[in-house]
């Protein structure tokens, strides 16, 4: 069964419609903040600040101020002497979680699977938290029934838009079934967690948290299952729940269906104590937020784009970059450094960032002793990469040897496999885990399992071993690198991220790097890409042949027609 957007839509105005049936605004919280610390003195702004309704909307349009609202608002209530522990943050990836616990010590600054991840350990303890691939492939291992085959049917559904809708409808519809599954084989994920919270709610009887307030850092990006269990929680709790974000902000369409439930929840504000403010950007030069305004169909406008702030260059391989685009004189990247603003560069993958960030930070950080950088990319969770590695452990070994498979062979098959993802992974944190992984499965062949478990065991079930321990691995590594990497956006020069991970990030000037490999336009994506900035966006396109193919030809309907240098 494949979903259209609108059927997808169809749904999560169902779901919402259903959850909000259950909240109450009676208990929440009613918090009064002094506005006179703050600086931006705009009647609207601070109206959103000092909100003191149960549930606050603020729509924040891209260039609103969208954090420093969040920033303001949680220094309000701490100056209301509400304590920083009693008020959490919730934000989309890990980098804008950082940056918030650096700004905001004390705060419960957490991403939206980590709040509901809280809440599942404090109730249902003894889960091993995994990824699909090894949930997938362990209840592959199980005798299969109709009831078992249709969720992993759910489970493995390739589009993700697909994925969300039914598995969604599935569990809602199925979970006690789903639980039984989930307990027998010990396992769950941040997907699984947030649905079976959303439907446990008010069954749970432990609450991990105190929280006065919850403010949300951009609903727009919170999956729909996240978001009902926020709001129930929220009500149960009787703490104040604060949102921001805007409808058409979100990135992936399976997410919230084209960001509609804050339009859905604006519906009840005759039924509940919901206030709504709506914030216009006031952050972006004036030159980016027209390019950003238009719609297809629209007069492109081009007076109002400037050379000064709007750069779109078209280089030909990205070897040479330095020479084309930034250097010799003082050129793009120069007269932002000497003027202490910061540099967003985005492209659209980890791969793409690989490429560009040794060109830049080589030639800049020799000319700018002391350069301070930050790679977003380094801390991203590995989990779902590996995901896909561990599963062609079945894939291959299974198709090879269907009739089984001796010791030797086996640890023959899985070493060819590690060592070819040692020599071709691209970051130098996933060849150690990578290698690490090899060391640890050389361990468990020569120590930890006997002859008779070799000689006793299915072949399928000793690669799932295998790949158990890499996972627990992985789920090491993860949290090391969340808990241990320092990442200070505000004092970097130079900020080197996927369009994904920027999501919640603002900087004076961008540097968008764009590849053309395909036809499919992400128009969301770029949308994203090219808000980041306050000032300035600087747009590098590389490879003639597709240059018209497609990023071209979406920027001249939405962005600007500014002759490419």
């Given amino acids: ?83 920083a522990p009693n008020i959490a943050v919730l934000s989309m990836n890990i980098a804008k979680v950082k940056q918030t616990k650096l700004e905001m010590p004390g705060v419960n600054c957490m991403t939206f699977s980590d709040f509901t991840h809280a809440i599942f350990t404090a109730n249902r303890q003894g889960y091993e938290l995994s990824d699909e691939n090894s949930i997938i492939n362990t209840l592959r291992l199980c005798n299969q029934t109709p009831f078992r085959q249709t969720l992993l049917d759910r489970l493995s559904i390739a589009n993700p838009q697909d994925r969300a809708g039914l598995l969604t409808v599935f569990v809602n519809n199925h979970l006690d079934e789903v639980e039984a599954e989930l ?21 749970f009887e432990n609450n991990p948290f105190h929280l006065d307030e919850i403010l949300i850092n951009g609903v727009h990006n919170m999956p729909l299952h996240t978001l009902c269990c926020v709001l129930e929680y929220a009500s149960m709790y009787g703490c104040n729940l604060y949102l921001t974000g805007m409808p058409d902000e979100t990135i992936y369409e399976f997410n919230m269906a084209y960001g509609k439930a804050m339009n859905i929840l604006s519906g009840y504000t005759n039924k509940l104590d919901i206030s709504i403010v709506r914030l216009t950007p006031t952050r ?86 002391g350069l301070n950088i930050a790679d977003l990319t380094a801390i991203q969770s590995p989990a779902s990469l590996w995901g896909t590695v561990l599963s062609k452990y079945h894939a291959t070994i299974t198709t090879t040897h269907p009739y089984g498979i001796n010791k030797i062979e086996l640890y023959r098959q899985l070493w060819i496999l590690l060592c070819y993802e040692i020599e071709t992974g691209a970051s130098k944190h996933m060849k150690q885990l990578y290698t690490k992984s090899r ?119 939405h962005l600007t027609n500014a002759p490419v240098i």
Avoid at 28 to 49: E, G, L, N, T
Avoid at 304 to 310: I, K, Q, R
Avoid at 313 to 325: E, Y
């Fill in 284 to 369: 972006m030069n004036q030159d980016i937020q027209n390019t950003l305004i238009q719609k297809d169909g629209a007069p492109i406008r081009t007076a109002f784009v400037t050379t000064a702030n709007v750069n779109m260059k078209h280089i030909a391989s990205t070897g040479d970059m330095i020479t084309q685009l930034f250097a010799p004189g003082p050129g793009y990247i120069d007269s932002k450094l000497a003027n202490h603003e910061q540099i967003l560069v985005l492209a659209r993958s980890k791969a793409e960032i690989a490429e560009i960030r040794p060109i830049i930070t080589d030639y800049y950080g020799a000319k700018y002793p």
């Fill in 439 to 557: 060391d640890d499965l050389a361990k468990i062949a020569n120590s930890e399992w006997t002859q008779e478990d070799w000689e006793n065991k299915p072949v399928i079930t000793r690669i799932q071993e295998v790949i158990d321990a890499e996972s627990r691995q992985i789920q090491t590594y993860n949290q090391y690198i969340r808990d241990n990497v320092t990442l200070d956006l505000s004092s970097a020069n130079i900020i080197f991220s996927t369009i994904h991970s920027a999501t919640d990030i603002r900087c004076d000037n961008t540097v968008v790097y764009l590849k053309n490999f395909s036809n499919n336009v992400d128009e969301n994506l770029y949308r994203i890409a090219l808000s980041r900035a306050n000032k300035s966006e600087y747009l590098i396109f590389v490879n003639s042949d597709n240059f018209d193919v497609p990023v071209q030809q979406y920027l001249k309907h």
């Fill in 183 to 203: 307990a027998a084989i010990h396992k769950i994920d941040y997907t699984l967690e947030s649905m079976v919270c959303q439907n446990r709610m008010y069954q």
């Fill in 1 to 83: 069964m494949n979903m259209s957007p609108d059927e997808y839509g169809l749904l999560c105005d169902r779901i919402l419609t259903e959850t909000m049936q259950y909240i109450t605004t009676d208990k929440m919280r009613r918090h009064i903040i002094d506005k006179s610390y703050i600086k931006f003195q705009d009647p609207i702004y601070v109206s959103a600040v000092t909100s003191c309704s149960p549930i606050t909307i603020a729509y924040t349009p891209v260039g609103s101020g969208k954090s420093a609202l969040i920033r303001d608002r949680v220094e309000g209530l701490m100056k209301s002497n509400i304590p």
